[in-house]
């Protein structure tokens, strides 16, 4: 298993990546994953460097180390792989699970951020080479081919590992992915996958519009027709075609932020309250991203999208400023309970429940007065209410999905007052 390895990073404004430093994994004493990492002198010498992550790795000669979520830094974390493209790793490698750093060393160049890894001190040429949008069809079939072995691992399916590149992304999440390129910009194109209850690239689509109706600043988003099926393609906001190629933005989780990990012992940390915190710390405007962040937690209380865990939230900073993301992932979970619904992160005093009391209780914490925390929620329940149906038909969800996914909205329990 890899025990080191280096990690470049692309500084702002440059399209090639320059060595900032070597992480080597090892145990403490008791056995227990240890990561450090130094930035190298040459780097730390350069007028344009930048911190991997100003709070839990700042420019400094110093070592850093962490003996939390597996001895891996919060930033080298949030550039690997998340369930998805592991799963397209460990098929290509033919293992069934490998090393931390090996998922970072064995991951294409499209991962979300600035940063790189690889073996040697000296970086490689940042890839040139994307999918482009006519290969879809041929990736979605990778997909499904993928899919069926989940379902069914009696059979598996004939992929070639050439095929497995081609597919192969680095990007986040759960669902079935890769990115593509097409005019001068690069897209994360989420499919449909066959059992999906509705069509969910269209349904997460016509969200993306009501988010922006709602006033919140949300991910370019269009859908395209692949074969038979719909799929969406989200614009990657942290790439910007130049004429060299792509700059990249930096991009840390609201995971990483939080200093937090995945499983359930680290919920009590999944908190917008603590995330709002962090921002005011980070964030160059602090005050315009704390109440971009109330809204976000607004809407998605509205719309009961109760899958907003702390990687469906992010920073940026494309030069030396960081500021929240685009918002990207909503989705509505329509769910049996009226009364109560709670999204995955804490809100307020009654902590994760989706009500308006609940949203407004800690209102000072995203720098907002009684009355402009009000407002918002007011103005915004009004919009999906009255909005939410007419925006799902127009980016063309059907009848019968909009049927479906008529609970999600507004659901009773929003306006108790419990
Ligand atoms: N437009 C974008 N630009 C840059 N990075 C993005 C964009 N959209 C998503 N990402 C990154 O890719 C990851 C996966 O995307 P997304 O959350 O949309 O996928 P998902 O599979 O639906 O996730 P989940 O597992 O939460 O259901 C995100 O966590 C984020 O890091
Ligand atoms: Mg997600």
């Not at 600035?114 to 949008?133: C, D, I, K």
């Not at 269009?222 to 130049?242: P, T």
């Not at 933005?249 to 995971?255: D, E, K, P």
Request: with cysteine; net charge neutral; glycine share 8%.
């Amino acid at each position: 298993m890899t025990s080191e390895l280096f990690v470049y990073v692309v500084l702002p404004g440059q399209t090639d990546f320059v060595t900032a430093g070597r992480f080597v994994l090892s145990t403490d004493g008791l056995g227990n994953p240890r990561g450090r990492f130094v930035y190298g002198r040459r780097y730390l010498s350069r007028t344009d460097a930048v911190a991997l992550d100003p709070l839990e790795l700042p420019l400094e000669e110093r070592t850093f180390e962490t003996l939390r979520m597996n001895g891996l830094f919060g930033a080298l974390r949030d550039a690997g792989p998340d369930y998805w493209g592991r799963r397209i790793i460990e098929r290509h490698a033919g293992v069934a699970a490998l090393g931390e750093l090996d998922y970072l060393l064995q991951s294409p160049d499209d991962r979300a951020g600035a940063l790189g890894f690889g073996l040697n001190v000296e970086p490689p040429a940042p890839a040139r080479r994307f999918n482009r949008t006519i290969e879809l069809v041929r990736l979605q079939e990778l997909a499904d081919a993928l899919l069926r072995e989940e379902t069914d691992p009696g059979h598996p399916e004939r992929i070639q590992a050439l095929d497995l590149l081609l597919l192969g992304t680095s990007m986040g999440g759960a669902r079935p992915k890769a990115v593509v390129e097409d005019g001068d910009a690069l897209w994360v194109a989420k499919f449909n996958r066959p059992d999906d209850r509705w069509n969910q690239a269209r349904v997460e689509h016509a969200m993306l519009c009501l988010g922006r109706e709602c006033g919140l600043d949300v991910a370019q988003s269009r859908i395209v027709q692949v074969g038979a099926r719909d799929a969406l393609l989200v614009q990657r906001f942290d790439r910007e075609h130049g004429e060299a190629g792509y700059r990249r933005a930096r991009m840390l989780s609201a995971l990483t932020l939080l200093r937090a990990g995945d499983s359930h012992r680290d919920r009590e940390r999944w908190s917008y309250l603590l995330l709002v915190e962090e921002l005011r710390r980070l964030c160059a405007n602090a005050p315009g991203d704390a109440r971009e962040l109330f809204r976000r937690m607004v809407f998605n209380a509205l719309i009961s999208n109760t899958d907003d865990h702390p990687r469906n939230h992010a920073v940026i900073a494309r030069r030396d400023a960081w500021q929240l993301s685009p918002a990207y992932d909503l989705t509505p979970i329509p769910q049996v309970s009226l009364e109560r619904r709670d999204l995955a992160m804490s809100i307020g005093d009654l902590g994760r429940r989706a009500s308006a009391r609940n949203l407004l209780s800690q209102c000072a914490r995203f720098l907002l007065t009684a009355e402009e925390a009000q407002r918002i929620v007011d103005d915004m329940e009004r919009v999906v209410r009255s909005r939410w149906y007419e925006v799902a038909r127009r980016e063309g969800v059907s009848e019968r999905d909009c049927a479906a996914i008529a609970p999600a909205f507004v659901y009773d329990g929003f306006g108790l007052d419990l």
